[in-house]
């Protein structure tokens, strides 16, 4: 081949890899296209975002890694991980699996491995496309693409709101339109928008669009050069992005939420406890003594805490108003508690049994589990016994021809890899969670904004990973990797 063809065919290859990162990111919000749950065959979590990255990996990171580009040094715990995960599952061929209604071990193991690679595929695409264009300006591309998939969401879940609000239905040519980017069903009062359902809604806007639209409402920095006013257009979003969250009625959501606000508030309570005691000590002798200044920060900590309880009080309190499953969250009798029942009378008794199940199969395979995808072979073993009261569980086990699984995914972890897997995703999180705390020396706003969405994320995550058991959903991987992308980035600029 000529050097021109090979010029051409470079350059082509090149616009298309930037088109299908276009893509990438504006495909982002839906996580069950019936498009691509029919090329993979029917699976839940169908993100067209998955087929994308997996195209990017092929076209742009693997030749990119064959002729020496370099992997930062904070991914080897996640790829310890992986291997450590491939290892457990290797290993379990060897296990006394029991059988389960004719499914067949290895296409399970297959799936969990092939969602695994795609969410290690997420994160590293999405960190070494922007480590490698290497400026402010492909940075704010990238928040800019995301914030207009994250308005497709919130026009979607606006449709549905007044649709609820003014007819008290979702009319057929509605849901005509909702079948096209989903395989999940509409909910009553509650919005979806093209999540497979609420809680995925709110698990999508707490781990990626409400994080950096929070961040970059705090730090005053836009991807967008036009204003409204003296607003940004991340402003309006994260408005408009906490009544959808609202408005999902997912409970764990809402806690997701509250600890985003609760980082502000304890960052905040650090700097007005330094920024008191320098006035204090300023204007009153006494303070000067070691003593005083101690008390009056501990005083100032106390106050800003009960404050966020206050609120954190007040939330709770009014849930238990507007959602019927809140109802009893206040009925605790400390004599005769049980944490099945009271789990139950919230409409969470299903979702506790199946941790506990994930806890038992980790208690009996305590050092490599039983291997990606095999939990569910053990749940009538493991479930506990309060479980078999609970008609969800019973509907599922004796009428459903699937596995039934963990639900979380830290104890999916557990339960699938053991402490030697738990350990080593923790120091992944340990890591991302250094880059994150390391971007805020930055003086630069982008590094800042970028330390908020993932101080933000990273909080949300271990709630909302209580709820979801998946590595195929993309959005934590893509919210660290463009922290971690922006760490490598202003390390190279400092």
């Known amino acids: 081949m000529s050097e021109g063809k090979k010029a051409a065919l470079g350059k082509f290859l090149e616009k298309s890899c930037d ?53 930062p040094k904070h991914t080897l715990p996640l790829f310890l991980f992986v291997l450590i995960a491939l290892g457990a599952t290797l290993l379990a061929f060897f296990y006394p699996i029991p059988a389960f209604k004719g499914i067949t071990l290895w296409k399970e193991n297959l799936e969990s491995v092939i969602t695994l690679v795609m969410g290690v595929v997420f994160y ?105 006013w003296v607003f940004q257009v991340e402003d309006i979003c994260l408005l408009f992005g906490s009544a959808a969250l609202f408005f999902t009625l997912s409970r764990l959501g809402y806690l997701s939420f509250l600890l985003m606000i609760g980082a502000l508030f304890l960052s905040g309570t650090a700097f007005a406890a330094s920024w008191i005691q320098k006035k204090a000590t300023a204007r ?3 303070f000067q003594e070691k003593r005083s200044r101690a008390l009056l920060r501990l005083a100032v900590v106390l106050l800003i805490g009960l404050v966020y309880i ?89 009428h459903s021809g699937n596995l039934l ?27 991302v969670f250094s880059i994150i705390s390391l971007l805020r020396r930055h003086e630069n706003k982008l590094a800042k904004t970028l330390h908020w969405m993932g101080l933000f994320t990273f909080v949300a995550f271990f709630v909302e990973q209580l709820s979801l058991d998946t590595f195929a959903l993309p959005y934590f991987w893509v919210s660290f990797a463009i922290t971690a992308a922006g760490f490598e980035f202003f390390k190279k600029e400092s």
């Open 124 to 228: 590293l695409v999405t960190m070494l496309w922007l480590r490698e264009k290497g400026s402010e300006s492909d940075f704010d591309r990238t928040l800019r693409l995301i914030t207009i998939g994250g308005t497709l969401i919130l026009v979607k879940a606006l449709i549905e709101f007044i649709l609820w609000q003014r007819v008290g239905r979702y009319p057929v040519w509605y849901r005509s339109i909702h079948n096209l980017f989903s395989t999940g069903t509409l909910y009553r009062a509650r919005v979806t928008a093209f999540a497979y359902e609420p809680s995925w809604l709110a698990n999508q806007l707490n781990l990626l669009y409400i994080p950096y639209w929070f961040a970059a409402a705090l730090t005053r920095r836009s991807a967008f050069k036009r204003k409204l």
């Open 19 to 71: 088109w299908l990162w276009t893509l990438f990111l504006l495909a982002l919000p839906f996580t069950s296209l019936p498009l691509v749950a029919c090329i993979i065959g029917g699976q839940m979590v169908a993100v067209p975002s998955g087929l994308i990255a997996l195209a990017l990996a092929l076209l742009w990171l693997l030749p990119k890694v064959l002729s020496g580009m370099t992997i």
């Open 405 to 431: 699984n963990i639900k979380s995914l830290w104890f999916r972890v557990l339960a699938e890899t053991g402490i030697l897997g738990f350990a080593a995703f923790s120091a992944f999180l340990v890591v």
């Open 310 to 398: 206050g609120l954190l009080a007040a939330a709770v309190y009014a849930l238990s108003i507007l959602d019927y499953r809140n109802e009893e969250i206040f009925s605790i009798d400390l004599g005769k508690f049980n944490i099945f029942k009271y789990a139950e009378d919230l409409s969470f008794g299903a979702r506790v049994s199946y941790w506990i199940a994930g806890w038992n199969i980790f208690s009996r395979y305590p050092f490599l589990g039983v291997g990606l995808g095999n939990a569910g072979f053990f749940f009538p073993e493991a479930l506990p016994a309060y479980a078999w009261r609970l008609n969800e569980i019973r509907r599922l086990m004796f």
């Open 284 to 286: 009153y002798s006494h």
